[in-house]
């Protein structure tokens, strides 16, 4: 099993509307999370840090559930320029600070 | 903007050719990584460092190897190039752990062995 997994997509969805990407950790003991963004043939780049009791930036909501071992991303009110490959990250605990990430979900929006 | 860079950005070498990738940075982190990505496809982490002197090996197994003498440096080193290390690399760095830390990538050395 791998240590984090997403739903590679790809997703294609219309302008405007709202998208929601998943991912799960096998490692109960992860201390932080993250949503990374790459863009084609660019390196990737934080998109936002993912806090237990779940935070927002601007159209973008994460959310995370320890006990399921699940983060979630939500976009709303869809941009073109959200079409990228979206990464979920997660840092090892202590003594095994590594960051491990998910394949990535492919968002395509469409206009 | 993030103060970690690579070069070279681009390589086309031929087999059985040594090879060395830069990375600097000058943010002070104290842990570095290297991951290989080939196009569309995901980040395998080869390397990692917790700091100067500590090199480790990361999830997928590589040819390739670090070195970490001075903070700031974490180079990347093929003995012999082959077709199969043909893909891009990604060097970041982060700080060492402290909550939610931000790993800063560079741009990536794109590889070609022919």
């Known amino acids: 099993r791998k240590e984090v997994e997403q739903d590679p997509g790809p997703f294609n969805v219309p302008e405007g509307a709202t998208v929601a990407f998943n991912c799960t950790y096998s490692n109960s003991a992860s201390q932080s999370f993250f949503w990374y963004r790459q863009d084609c043939r660019k390196e990737p780049k934080l998109l936002m840090s993912v806090y237990s009791s779940g935070n927002e930036d601007g159209r973008f909501t994460a959310q995370l559930n320890r006990a399921s071992q699940y983060i979630s991303l939500l976009i709303r009110d869809s941009k073109l320029s959200d079409s990228a490959t979206y990464l979920c990250v997660v840092n090892g605990d202590f003594g095994n600070e590594k960051l491990t990430f998910g394949t990535g979900t492919r968002l395509t929006i469409i206009p | 903007e993030a103060d970690i860079y690579q070069t070279p950005r681009y390589l086309v070498i031929g087999t059985g050719k040594k090879i060395t990738l830069e990375c600097s940075q000058t943010m002070g982190h104290d842990k570095m990584y290297w991951y290989q990505q080939d196009p569309g496809m995901e980040l395998h982490l080869i390397h990692y460092s917790y700091g100067v002197n500590s090199t480790e090996k990361g999830d997928l197994s590589s040819e390739s190897t670090v070195s970490r003498i001075r903070t700031e440096h974490f180079p990347l080193t093929l003995e012999s190039a082959r077709p199969s290390h043909t893909s891009q690399y990604l060097c970041?760095?982060?700080?060492?752990?402290?909550?939610?830390?931000?790993?800063?990538f560079g741009q990536g050395t794109r590889l070609t062995v022919v």
């Open positions: 970041a760095s982060s700080e060492l752990f402290s909550g939610n830390t931000e790993a800063f």
